[in-house]
């Protein structure tokens, strides 16, 4: 099969790097990728906002299945498009439809959708600049700490957790007046603080069954002991030590199963990745938020734990023919350090010469994310660089292999978390 992967970070780079795992792929393309991409498919420089360049790529590169990587594609509703066009027919696609989307592209939606499914979720109010005096008035009758949600999506970026109450007061207005996350803030969720550890569940639906891939941990925070603004996500660890069989059983009867039975009730089609955030308070599982793609930081360490063949699950997906396959995973633990630019997730500088990436061996692969080629060399080219991912017996041998890698990359003011893993 040939197939088209949409995105340019170290999740599509590992999505490429499964798929060459399968013995039914022929080529692999990536729109627009990076230089990991790159060196084992073909990069297209075309603007992935622009649908009808997807599908003349398709058309013309005889295309047999698009994977959508990235949330905005899919909120934009290109899942819908390539479904719709008499041309793209025999076209498979993996990713919800843009109804489905809107579970990530609007946290309002998301929690009306959980409450109506009876899915346990923080309680929670919408506010918008109509009526922002309530909810001013809202945050004093509260408890801190504060947690604000800008309703669209926002890069991982849009979640203010904070525990002044004038400070609460000021960010609000600051979203819903002065744009402080753009159109993405104009309605805000104002939402309980629930105190527990978070950890990440990926599910794989065709609409109809569903297969639950190998739960991860982030770390969203860019400071040592998940302090100062949120990014993209610092790193990652799957299995997840603290996540038991009687937790995790729970997390599939009180959340996945209604979930998904809650599109079906709904009739929003939905045919690709579900990710669940999750939050453990004292051993019950609550949802924080819906994402509509896998995750990235961790893509890169629940793909290499998968044994199955990637690309018949993509196809199954597609087909409506999940219940069929079977889905094994390996026992191995993987841990990833994410190497970013200095000063990210604010103001970074790009084009910085990167030295002494290992080449991939079994114990450790680098997946490229903001990179690209200048000169036969690696430059950087975004906030998050590289994804340093190793597996050991256990998180701790595996997090040892990844920083000793990282420690032999460098590039100008590069920074990384030291302490992944550190609640564990």
């Known amino acids: 099969m040939k197939t088209l992967i949409i995105g340019s970070g170290a999740r599509e780079h590992a999505f490429c790097w499964k798929l060459l795992q399968s013995s039914f792929i022929d080529e692999i393309f ?3 990728g990076n230089a990991g991409t790159s060196s084992i498919a073909k990069n297209l420089n075309i603007d992935i906002s622009n649908f009808d360049e997807i599908k003349t790529a398709i058309i013309n590169l005889e295309i047999d299945l698009v994977i959508v990587g990235p949330e905005i594609p899919l909120i934009d509703g290109i899942v819908d498009f390539i479904n719709n066009e008499k041309d793209l027919q025999n076209v498979l696609a993996v990713g919800p439809s843009a109804k489905g989307a809107m579970l990530e592209g609007s946290k309002d939606f998301s929690k009306e959708f959980m409450l109506k499914h009876s899915i346990p979720t ?31 999506p926002a890069a991982g970026k849009g979640v203010l957790i904070l525990n002044e109450l004038e400070e609460a007061k000021t960010e609000l207005v600051n979203m819903l007046q002065n744009n402080k996350f753009g159109q993405s803030g104009t309605t805000v969720v104002i939402e309980e603080f629930l105190d527990g550890i978070e950890l990440s569940c990926f599910v794989l639906t065709d ?11 982030d770390y969203k925070r860019i400071g ?7 990014t993209g996500g610092m790193g990652s660890i799957s299995p997840v030590p603290f996540a038991s069989k009687v937790f995790l059983r729970k997390v599939e009867e009180r959340i996945i199963k209604p979930t998904i039975e809650g599109l079906q009730k709904d009739k929003i089609p939905y045919k690709g990745f579900v990710f669940i955030g999750l939050i453990n308070v004292k051993d019950e599982p609550y949802v924080i938020e819906y994402n509509v793609r896998m995750g990235d930081p961790e893509t890169q360490v629940v793909l290499p734990r998968i044994k199955s063949d990637f690309l018949e699950l993509m196809k199954a997906t597609a087909t409506q023919t999940l ?13 990833n350090v994410v190497m970013v630019a200095g000063g990210y997730p604010e103001a970074y500088e790009k084009g910085n010469l990167i030295s002494g ?29 590289l994804s340093v991912v190793s597996k050991g017996l256990n998180h701790q041998k595996a997090l040892s292999q990844s920083y000793e890698k990282v420690s032999e990359i460098d590039f ?7 302490d992944i893993g550190f609640d564990l």
């Open 30 to 32: 990536v729109a627009p």
């Open 122 to 152: 923080a309680a929670y109010k919408t506010f918008n600049t109509d009526n922002l005096s309530d909810g001013l008035s809202y945050l004093e009758t509260i408890k801190p700490p504060y947690v604000l949600k800008a309703d669209g």
């Open 207 to 217: 609409g109809k069954s569903y297969k639950i891939l190998p739960y991860a941990k």
């Open 224 to 230: 040592e002991g998940d302090t100062g603004l949120n």
């Open 323 to 335: 219940s069929k396959t079977k889905l094994e995973l390996f026992s191995d633990t993987y841990s």
């Open 357 to 385: 990436i290992p080449p991939n061996t079994e114990e450790t692969i680098i997946f490229h994310a903001g990179t690209k080629h200048k000169n036969g060399d690696f430059v950087t080219n975004g906030g998050r660089v």
């Open 412 to 418: 100008k003011e590069k920074y990384y978390r030291k």
